[in-house]
Every structure is written in structure tokens, then in C-alpha cells.
């Protein structure tokens, strides 16, 4: 039992150091954080959403950015696409494939940021979403696994976690939000 213990750590530890060993993303995570603090300072918001496990971290993204992080700070103006009864509405109306979109729709204006989460990079309503997004004049974000999948290539910003095993791609995704909010605390409420 020990062994598959260490296995996983093990896995954990070297996908973490191959999503470090390109430098690129840590200047993207840079960036996304100065983005999503400019927007909070002109009054938008950010709208997340993912599917199963990262509907899961874009809940998460969206409490910790509401609520409080590590600083008792106002609150942060961030939706979670996570609603069962306007899930659930939109894919018997309209199809699975179009959730994201109509929520964005619904939701966003020009000057928002939306924040797109999958493994793989292949999920149709997320595909959907960011695309609706883009139509909108909003920015977009991307946390992917793999390598990117068709999402790959059509964001604003995208970190892509280079591992095929969906629970190591989570556990960076987890990280990446974690992060992206301690630096978005920092620059917006450091000095108060």
C-alpha cells in the first residue's frame, strides 16, 4: 500500500516540476492575475465553469474570490456556471452542449473575464462557452490538461498542464487557482 502511496506522490511531484519547467507559465499565471485585478477595478466580473471535478474548482475559484482567501477583503465579484435547475433547463431545452454558453449569455458583458476549466480541452459546452465569450468582447482563460485539446491555441491566456491523468491536472488546476487569488489579493488589497 505504501508503494502506490509514494506512486502517487511521485506522479504528483513530476507533473507539478513539468508544468514549472516551462517558464511561460508562470508568466502567463502572472499575467492572468494582473488581468483578473484590472478587471475587478474597472467593476466587471469573472464567470467560471467546467464540467464534473472542474465545475468543482470553478465553484472553488468563485467562493474564495467572493468570500476571502487569506485577507478579510470586500467581496470579489465572481459566478460559478454551477446552477442544477438552470443546468439542467438549458440541456433539456437546448442540449449539455450549450450550458455555458447560454450562461454566459445570460451573464457577461464586455470587459469580463470568463474562465473556462477542462482536462482535456475537448468539452463541447466548454468549447461553447468560451467561444460565446469571445462573441461578447470578454477575455478569456483557459485551465487545461493534456495538450490542450481543441481548446488549445483559442484563448486569451491558457495554462496547460502537461499530464493525460485527470486527478494530476486537478491538483495543478487547484493550485493555479489558489495562486492566481493570493496574487490578485496581494495587488488589490496589500497596501490597505
Excluded: W
Excluded at 506522490?9 to 519547467?21: G, H, P, R, S, Y
Excluded at 475559484?61 to 459566478?79: C, V, Y
Excluded at 483557459?142 to 484563448?155: F, R, V, W
Excluded at 502537461?162 to 489558489?178: G, K, L, N, Y
Amino acid at each position: 500500500m505504501f508503494d502506490l502511496i509514494q506512486k502517487s506522490l511521485t506522479e504528483a511531484e513530476k507533473t507539478l516540476q513539468a508544468f514549472l519547467n516551462n517558464h511561460n507559465n508562470l508568466e502567463s499565471i502572472d499575467k492572468i492575475a494582473d488581468l483578473i485585478s484590472e478587471t475587478f477595478e474597472r467593476d466587471n466580473k469573472v464567470i467560471i465553469f467546467g464540467n464534473g471535478g472542474s465545475m468543482c474548482d470553478a465553484m472553488h475559484f468563485a467562493e474564495e474570490l467572493t468570500g476571502h482567501f487569506r485577507q478579510n477583503r470586500k467581496a470579489l465579484p465572481a459566478i460559478a456556471l454551477s446552477d442544477p435547475s438552470f443546468i439542467t433547463c438549458v440541456a433539456n431545452d437546448f442540449g449539455f452542449e450549450e450550458i455555458f454558453a447560454r450562461g454566459v449569455e445570460a451573464f457577461a458583458q464586455a470587459g469580463d473575464i470568463v474562465v473556462g476549466i477542462s482536462t482535456s480541452g475537448n468539452s463541447l459546452n466548454v468549447i461553447n462557452g468560451l467561444q460565446k465569450a469571445r462573441n461578447l468582447d470578454c477575455f478569456t482563460v483557459a485551465l487545461l490538461g493534456g495538450n490542450g485539446g481543441k481548446i488549445a491555441g483559442t484563448c486569451d491566456f491558457e495554462l496547460i498542464v502537461p499530464s493525460f491523468a485527470t486527478d494530476r491536472v486537478q491538483e495543478i488546476h487547484t493550485m493555479i487557482i489558489h495562486i492566481l487569488i493570493e496574487n490578485i489579493e496581494y495587488r488589490l488589497f496589500a497596501s490597505r
